[in-house]
């Protein structure tokens, strides 16, 4: 029997939904007149989320074009055609931004093929929604959809104070986090690394000072692993706390839109790399001792800063493993990555994850409706630090300027390539991410993609 506070929070396993529900939830929207012969429309680029940067770039977009996958545009299928899509890394809220969520006065939105498809993993909530709908030339209610693509790991890095190496006996070389320790270091109520105690964590070395304060280095931009990490954190602790600029706030309060970049006041202000992206928070980690960030398990590895030549156990550089579950009042921890901190690329440890949708059930009612609320449990089988991201699409293009029937085309073709089991979602396995879970969510995302017409 599931329990009280899992039908509070909405938490089931990916894979269950009732018949009725999952008919209800299968048609997003009214599609408008029918698309264009498979791959016969234009190359299109989408923007945003960096965490989806190395899944578009280097799986995905290359294997539209290559994959034997009947859905894939490799010059065998439908009009033989090779439209290729080009994705630029920006960031989340940037993205959002660009189909017009939050726009400032002056600012447009732009939804040709330049701007044909927007990667999230800060998915719109319905006042964002409601922006971006309210862009269109003609009318038509429930067209934008929010679709989950992949599942990811959010990464929690560590550069050890000069001098210092750490182990524990969770993770020897490495140090292991319990959930009151991880929430406490972002909040700053623990600001010290001597206070970094769970299952033997200990720091040592030549001139190792364990009382060296923690810095914390987060994106400097509007991030859907900000987003995703925040939202965790509020299932440890949903108490309001000060924050930096002035006011009080909550970790769900600044989860998104332009509260997204505003952290709780600490002994140490919270330092930001110069530029967008992961990557860039990684390097900021990597040359600023003594400090903690985040970031995408895949992008993170990628800069080989943390694991294998750069980094990894028994450095000062690497990530840690976090709480997963207890056993008789003992935490157990798990690492972001089935293949722990190496060199090599695995993937996300988010298998048989459990997600939640705030109060209501998951997943939510429809592709079309909100997916901000979307997190995981503060208990789970594997890693817990896990979640979606999204690419947004329409079902009606023709209810946007500057659309046409060929890009709507091409977006549909890539989509439907991008969540085919044969295609994509094939394609995704050993690049540190996960596909997406069986059940519910695959079926409704293929739903989706199937949806998007002109």
Known sequence: MMSRFARRRGLLPACILSAGALVAMAAPGTAGASLGE???????????????????????????????????????????GEPVITYTSTGSGAGLKSW??????????????????????????????????????????KTLETIPVVQLAIAVIVNLPSGCTATSTAAPGRLVLNNATLEGI?????????????????????????????????RQDQAGTTHILKRYLDLVS????????????????????????????????????????????????????GSIGYGNLAEIRSTNLFSGSGGGP????????????????KATYSDPSTNGDAAEVGNANCKNTAYTNGVGSFPPPAITAPWNEVTTETTEKEYTLCGFTY????TT?????????????????????????????????????LALPK?????????GAAAIGF
């Open 238 to 289: 949903n108490e309001s706390f000060e924050l930096e600029g002035g006011g009080t706030g909550t970790w769900n309060g600044i989860s998104e839109g332009t509260l997204n970049t505003t952290w709780p006041k600490g002994p140490v202000a919270v330092v930001k790399p110069k530029s967008k992206g992961d990557a860039e928070e990684a390097a900021k980690v990597s040359t600023t001792p």
């Open 439 to 447: 059940g519910t969510v695959d079926t409704e995302a293929v739903a």
């Open 186 to 218: 972002f909040q700053g109520t623990i600001s010290t690394w001597s206070q970094i105690t769970d299952d033997g964590d200990k720091l040592s070395g030549a001139g190792c000072n364990a009382e060296t304060p923690i810095t914390r280095v987060v």
């Open 38 to 80: 498979q791959c016969s429309g234009p190359s299109v680029t989408g923007q945003g989320a960096s965490v989806e940067k190395i899944a578009q770039d280097s799986v995905w977009a290359p294997a539209f074009n290559t994959s034997s996958d009947k859905l894939a545009c490799n010059g065998k299928t439908g009009s033989k």
């Open 314 to 329: 028994t450095t000062a550089r690497f990530w840690v493993e976090l709480q997963h579950s207890s056993k008789k009042g």
């Open 391 to 394: 690419v947004l699409a329409f």
């Open 397 to 433: 293009y023709s209810a946007y300027p500057g659309t046409t029937q060929a890009e709507a085309t091409t977006v549909n073709n890539y989509l439907r390539f991008v969540l085919d089991k044969k295609g994509g979602q094939k394609e995704i396995t050993n690049h540190d991410y």
């Open 100 to 141: 017009g969520a939050e726009l400032k006065e002056g600012e447009k939105a732009l939804f040709d093929v330049t701007n044909a498809f927007i990667g999230t993993s800060e998915a719109p909530n319905s006042s964002q929604i409601a922006e971006i709908e309210a862009q269109q030339t003609t009318s038509t209610p």
